[in-house]
């Protein structure tokens, strides 16, 4: 299958001088938007959408909440291997006096169990990272057609081409769960920049920037660590503090990069007419971490021993096949408040998230800054326009219901899913090409086109408006 891939990339590279486009024609080009055929869902007897969840944690709580406002849904069934997080599902759902659904708890690889035994017309991973791939592989393979996988979707290069594979071999829909594409201001500035008022565009910057030193340790009863209390991670911790911290510890690059990149990913049409082509990454030393332990656990606690291997502040430059240039920001061990860092310019104007400043040639006063909010407001995305009232009582700001409807949408009318495999694959592919990057001091390395050639003809089809 990689030889395949490989020789088809030859021909791809062909293709992105011009001669695959003179060869397709507007038919073709229609049919390479979808990946693949989709599958027929049998409809449930009470005709609702029959829901499935792998991983009951702490994000999976506000994807409960969300979904459990849907009239046309029912959670069928849950799996997952903590009476902590299967507890914590149960009040949400008694808050919310919905039935518990049925749940499956036991040995690491039950969700296959679960699979088999029930029908779904959608199962929601949300699970840690080194989960993602096998468990939505088997919910493809299982039959389920529709997959949403929480970010990032992979961790390496072949469970990147895992995910796009089993996509197109079993004609199930995987969508990567990127909330931040639905941000408001996120949607407002596509727009902005679909109707042209950037100009031509040149350059963008985003990342992960958020201290979560207090998330990767705590003492296994609050969710951030509170100090004087104990410092733990792995099976004595809860949420993110049981995984995540692991790795910080193992890895180095920027391993968590889809909530900057997505949203610069449909800025940019990246598979849909552009795409990455290489990048660079280099990090900082690695110090946040133990001078945490060291802080709150003394100098003699038992992880002051550890030798993490994620710098504390990873800077990614991308660039594309049309000409623009991208810098992508990890930060997570650093004291600092909660900024994805957005930045997108064109030849027309630019916008900058932190500040939430804009300008736009020949309409905002020379070298002068206008305020952001003043643009978005008059190009609110018609999703927000919508949905927005609804949005408002939902986690982080709404951006995850308007995500959970526009992904239900396309459930309800058996469509393509927004933000598909290849989506999932070139955003989370940046993790791994990084950790390549940074351990041979900063190298270029080459993207591969999960798309094989389609990212060609493909047209825009995320938050078209409505
Ligand atoms: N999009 C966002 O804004 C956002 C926010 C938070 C977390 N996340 C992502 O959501 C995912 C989950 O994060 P979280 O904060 O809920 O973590 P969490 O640790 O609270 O939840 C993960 C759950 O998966 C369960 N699990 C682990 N292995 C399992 C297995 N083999 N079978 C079944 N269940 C298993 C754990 O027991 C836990 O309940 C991560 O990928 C994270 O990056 C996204």
């Known amino acids: ?89 149960k009040e949400t759902f008694k808050k919310r006096e919905k039935e518990f659904p049925k749940v499956y708890k036991g040995g690491e690889l039950e969700y296959e169990n679960m699979l088999k035994k029930e029908e779904f017309d959608v199962i929601i991973i949300s ?11 088997a919910a493809m393979k299982a039959g389920v057609p529709y997959v949403g996988v929480e970010v990032s979707a992979a961790n390496t290069m072949k469970e990147c081409w895992d995910l796009v594979n089993t996509s197109e071999e079993t004609g199930s829909q995987l969508m990567i769960l990127e909330n931040v594409c639905y941000r408001r201001d996120v949607m407002a500035a596509l727009k902005m920049a679909r109707e042209g008022l950037f100009g031509e565009l040149l350059h963008c910057r985003c990342g992960y920037e958020h201290d979560l030193r207090a998330v990767k340790f705590n003492d296994g009863k609050s969710y951030s660590y509170v100090p004087g209390t104990d410092l733990k991670m792995g099976p004595g911790a809860i949420g993110e503090a049981v995984w995540r911290t692991f790795h910080s510890i193992n890895r180095n690059g920027d391993i968590y990069p889809t909530h900057g990149i997505g949203p610069v990913g449909n800025w940019l049409n990246i598979n849909y007419g552009n795409r990455f082509t290489s990048l660079s990454s280099m990090t900082t030393k690695s110090r946040g971490l133990h001078k945490f332990i060291v802080d709150n656990g003394g100098a003699n606690h038992p992880y002051a021993n550890i030798d993490f291997k994620l710098g504390d502040i990873v800077t990614t430059m991308i660039n594309t096949v049309k ?76 951006m995850d219901y308007i995500m959970m409807t526009d992904l239900f949408n396309a459930i309800r009318e058996n469509r393509p899913v927004p933000l598909d495999c290849y989506d999932a694959a070139a955003w989370s592919a940046i993790s791994a090409l990084s950790e390549e990057s940074i351990a041979q001091g900063g190298i270029l390395v080459d993207f591969p086109d999960f798309t094989c050639g389609k990212w060609i003809n493909r047209k825009p089809y995320f938050a078209m408006e409505i």
């Open 1 to 89: 299958m990689t030889t395949t891939r490989r020789d088809f990339l030859k021909k791809a590279a062909f293709a992105g001088a011009g001669i695959a486009t003179t060869t397709l024609g507007t038919n073709a080009a229609e049919k390479q938007n979808t990946i693949a055929p989709q599958k027929k869902r049998t409809p449930s007897k009470s005709g609702k959408i029959r829901v499935g969840f792998i991983g009951t944690g702490f994000r999976s709580q506000e994807h409960f909440n969300n979904i459990l406002s849907f009239p046309d849904t029912e959670i069928v069934a849950i799996c997952d291997v903590s009476d902590f997080s299967l507890n914590m599902t």
């Open 127 to 137: 699970s840690p990272w080194e989960w993602h791939v096998p468990m939505s592989v």
């Open 323 to 398: 000409g623009e240039t991208i810098i992508v920001t990890h930060d997570t061990n650093s004291p600092r408040p909660y900024s994805l860092g957005f930045r997108l310019q064109g030849t027309e104007g630019v916008w900058y998230n932190d500040g939430d400043t804009l300008y736009i040639e020949g309409q905002s006063k020379p070298h002068q800054w206008d305020k952001s909010g003043d643009w978005f407001g008059k190009y609110d995305h018609s999703l927000w326009k919508k949905y927005g009232d609804e949005a408002q009582n939902a986690g982080h700001g709404g």
